[in-house]
C-alpha cells in the first residue's frame, strides 16, 4: 500500500519542481552541437543549471493548458548567459552535505576507473580467484551451531553390566553434570533405542534461558566432556564410551546423532575390525575431532555351543532342532497375547531362570529325537565360553562398521572427512571393502552437489530473463560478472564472525545473488537509455551511474537494516539467522562499491568487443545459424501439419 500511494506521490512532486542552481563550478554546461543536448535537464538537475521547463521524456518545453493563468517568459539559454541568475534557496536532497561528498567522490573514482579499465579487471580475476581458497580455509557443516539450552551425554559401560550398575554410574555422572553453571535439570535414560541395551545410556541436560546464564552451550558442553567424563574415563580406563552432543533436530542415524559417521564394509569381519581399528586411532589424532568411536563393539560375554554332528546323526537329532530349542528355550518365542483392560502383553515361552543362567543348565535341556524320544544336549553339544562383537551391522548383504565423531566449536565436517579419505588412501585398504558416508557427513555431500546445481541453473535462468529483457547476448555477460564478485566478501564475513557455510549460509548466498544483480541492472538499464537518446558513450556510463548511485544506496541501506535483527539476534534459532543474516549483510556491504566501478567497466569493454570485427563475424555466424534453424523448424512443421491434415 505504502508502495502505490507514497511513491507516486513523490514522483509527481519531484516531476513539478523546477530546477534548483548549485553553487559555481558545481556541473558543465553540455557544448553546443553536442548529441547529448537533448538530456541537458537532466543533467542540469543534477548539475544544478538553470533551463526551461522541459519534458523530461521527449526534451519538448512544456505548453501552458489553456484556461490557466500563463507563466513567466522563460529566457533562453543565450540569455541565460548574459543575464544573473538569481540563487534559490529551496535545493533537492541530492544537493545536501551528505550526499554531495559521495557523489563527488563516486564520480572521481568513475572516471579513473573508466580511464584505467584493466586496473579494475586485474582487481576483479584476483578477487575472484580469492574464492578457491577462502572456501577451502572456511569451515563447512551441514548445519550452524544453535544454543538450544539442552543437550545430551552418551554413555556406554562395560559389555556384560546390569542395568542396576549403569544406573547407579549415570546417576553420579548426572549428580556431577548439575554441579556446572547453568544446568537446572538432568533425566538419566537407560536401555532406550531399538536395541534396549542395558548397558546403553543417555542423560538429557536442561539449560538456564540464554539471557539467564554467563556460558554459551558449547562451553557448557565442553566443560561436561572434559571435567566430568574425563574422571569417569580415568576411573575406568578402555571400558567407557562416551560423547557430548546436541539433540538431534534432523536424525542422523546411527546409535547417536554425530557429526561424523564414516562407514567401511566389507566381506571379512575380522580384516573389517583391523581396518576400523587403524581408522579409528587414526581418526582420533584429528584436532578438530571429539568423541570418537567406532559402532563394532567386542568383548559380550557369550556362550558358544558346538555341536557333535556324528553324535547327533547316531541319535537320531537333526541339527535343526536343536537350534530351534535353543532358540525357544534360551531367547523365548511369542506364542500368544494376554489382555487387562486396555493394556495387552505379549506371551513368550522360554526355560526358567535357573536353566538359562550357567551351562549346567543348558546342558540338562531337551531336544526330540526320532529314534529314542528325548535326548538332553550334554549328549550332543559341548559349551565354551568366549567374547564376541555386541552387534554386526549389515548393509547390501556385507557388513559394515561405522566410525563415529563430533567436531569442535568452529571445526568443519568437510575437513575431517577429507583426512579421513586421506587415511584410507594410506592403508591400502583391500578393493573388496568400501568405504562411504552416512548420516550428516551424507547429507552435507549432497546438500553440495545440490547447492553447485542450484547456482549452476540460477545463473542459466537469470541469463535467459535478462537476454529476453536487454534483447542482448552481452548485457546479460556483464550482470551476471558481478555475483562471483560478492562470494569472497561473504566468505570473510563469515570468517570474521566465527560463522560456517552451511545449508542456511547456501540460501543467504543466492539471496546476495539476486541483490548484487538488481543494482547491476539498473546501472545497465540507465545507461542504455540515456545512448539511446544520443548521449555518447562516456558520458552516459557516468551520468547514468550518478543517476543511479542514491537508489542502490537507497536499498543497500534498507536491505542491511533489515537484516541486522538476524545478525544481532539471541536465543534459539540464532544461530541459524545469523548463518544467513551475516553473509548478507557483509557480502553486500563490502562487495558494493567494487561492483559499482566493476559493471561500468566491463560494460564499456563489452561495447567495444561488440563492434569489434571478429565479434561481428561471430554475430553474423550465430544468426545464419539461428536462420537455417528456423527454416528448417518451418519446413518440418509445415510437412507434419499437412501429413495431419490428409490424414
Request: one cysteine or more.
Amino acid at each position: 500500500l505504502v508502495s502505490f500511494t507514497l511513491t507516486p506521490m513523490l514522483a509527481a512532486r519531484l516531476i513539478k519542481r523546477e530546477a534548483d542552481p548549485l553553487p559555481a563550478g558545481t556541473g558543465s554546461e553540455p557544448a553546443e552541437g553536442n548529441a547529448s543536448a537533448a538530456l541537458a535537464d537532466e543533467s542540469r538537475v543534477v548539475a544544478g543549471e538553470e533551463g526551461p521547463e522541459r519534458n523530461v521524456f521527449d526534451g519538448e518545453p512544456v505548453v501552458p493548458e489553456e484556461g490557466l493563468p500563463p507563466q513567466e517568459a522563460t529566457p533562453s539559454a543565450g540569455e541565460l548567459k548574459s543575464q544573473p541568475v538569481a540563487p534559490k534557496t529551496e535545493r533537492t536532497s541530492k544537493e545536501s552535505r551528505f550526499y554531495r561528498p559521495i557523489d563527488r567522490t563516486y564520480t572521481m573514482m568513475l572516471k579513473w576507473s573508466m580511464h584505467h579499465r584493466w586496473v579494475v579487471v586485474l582487481l576483479c580475476v584476483i578477487v575472484i580467484l580469492s574464492i578457491v581458497p577462502l572456501f577451502m580455509f572456511v569451515g563447512k557443516n551441514f548445519l550452524p551451531v544453535d544454543d538450544q539450552s539442552q543437550f545430551e551425554i552418551n554413555v556406554r559401560t562395560p559389555e556384560g553390566n546390569t542395568l542396576p550398575a549403569t544406573s547407579t554410574l549415570l546417576e553420579r555422572i548426572a549428580a556431577d553434570v548439575r554441579q556446572l553453571p547453568g544446568v537446572t535439570d538432568t533425566l538419566v535414560t537407560v536401555g532406550g533405542g531399538q536395541q534396549q541395551l542395558v548397558n546403553n545410556a543417555s542423560i538429557y541436560v536442561r539449560l538456564q534461558p540464554i539471557k539467564e546464564r554467563s556460558l554459551t552451550q558449547d562451553q557448557i558442553m565442553g566443560r561436561a566432556r572434559e571435567e566430568v567424563l574425563a574422571k569417569y574415563l580415568k576411573q575406568y580406563p578402555d571400558q567407557l564410551r562416551t560423547s557430548v552432543q546436541q539433540l538431534a533436530a534432523i536424525s542422523g542415524g546411527g546409535f547417536r546423532n554425530a557429526d561424523i559417521q564414516f562407514v567401511i564394509g566389507g566381506p571379512d569381519l575380522q580384516r573389517l575390525t583391523k581396518y576400523s581399528e587403524e581408522l579409528l586411532a587414526k581418526m582420533k589424532t584429528i584436532p578438530d575431532v571429539v568423541d570418537a568411536d567406532s559402532t563394532l563393539i567386542n568383548g559380550k560375554p557369550e556362550l558358544r555351543v558346538q555341536i557333535h554332528r556324528e553324535q547327533a546323526a547316531d541319535l537320531g537329532v537333526r541339527v535343526g532342532d536343536i537350534a530351534q530349542a535353543l532358540n525357544t528355550l534360551v531367547a523365548g518365542q511369542k506364542v500368544s497375547t494376554f489382555n487387562a483392560g486396555t493394556d495387552q502383553y505379549d506371551v513368550r515361552v522360554r526355560a526358567t531362570g535357573e536353566f538359562r543362567a550357567s551351562v549346567e543348565g543348558l546342558k540338562r535341556m531337551i531336544v526330540p529325537s526320532s529314534k529314542i524320544g528325548w535326548v538332553s544336549l550334554d549328549n550332543l553339544v559341548s559349551v565354551e565360553e568366549g567374547a564376541g562383537p555386541s552387534a554386526i551391522d549389515r548393509l547390501n548383504r556385507q557388513r559394515q562398521v561405522t566410525l563415529l565423531a563430533n567436531v569442535k566449536p568452529g571445526g568443519s565436517q568437510a575437513a575431517v572427512i577429507s583426512r579421513m579419505n586421506e587415511f584410507v588412501k594410506e592403508l591400502n585398504v583391500d578393493p573388496a571393502y568400501k568405504t562411504g558416508l552416512a548420516g550428516r557427513s551424507k547429507e552435507l555431500g549432497r546438500a553440495g552437489y545440490y547447492f553447485g546445481l542450484a547456482f549452476l541453473l540460477s545463473f542459466i535462468f537469470m541469463y535467459m530473463v535478462l537476454a529476453a529483457q536487454f534483447e542482448s547476448f552481452i548485457h546479460p555477460i556483464t550482470i551476471l560478472l558481478t555475483l562471483p564478485l560478492a562470494i569472497p566478501f561473504g566468505i570473510v564475513s563469515l570468517l570474521v564472525t566465527g560463522q560456517t557455510v552451511n545449508i542456511f549460509s547456501g540460501l543467504g548466498l543466492l539471496l546476495l545473488f539476486g541483490v548484487v544483480k538488481k543494482n547491476a541492472i539498473l546501472q545497465i538499464d540507465h545507461t542504455n537509455e540515456l545512448r539511446a537518446r544520443g548521449m555518447d558513450r562516456f558520458d552516459a556510463v557516468i551520468q547514468a551511474n550518478r543517476d543511479r548511485l542514491r537508489p542502490i544506496l537507497m536499498t543497500t541501506i534498507a536491505l542491511v537494516a533489515g537484516m541486522m535483527p538476524l545478525v544481532l539476534s539471541s536465543g534459539p534459532g540464532a544461530g541459524t539467522n545469523r548463518s544467513i543474516g551475516v553473509l548478507v549483510v557483509g557480502g553486500q556491504s563490502l562487495c558494493l562499491l567494487l561492483t559499482l566501478l566493476a559493471v561500468p567497466v566491463f560494460y564499456s569493454l563489452f561495447d567495444d568487443l561488440a563492434r569489434s570485427r571478429i565479434f561481428a563475424h561471430i554475430g553474423h555466424a550465430f544468426s545464419g545459424s539461428f536462420a537455417w534453424a528456423r527454416r528448417k523448424t518451418a519446413t518440418a512443421t509445415a510437412s507434419l501439419f499437412s501429413v495431419i491434415t490428409k490424414q
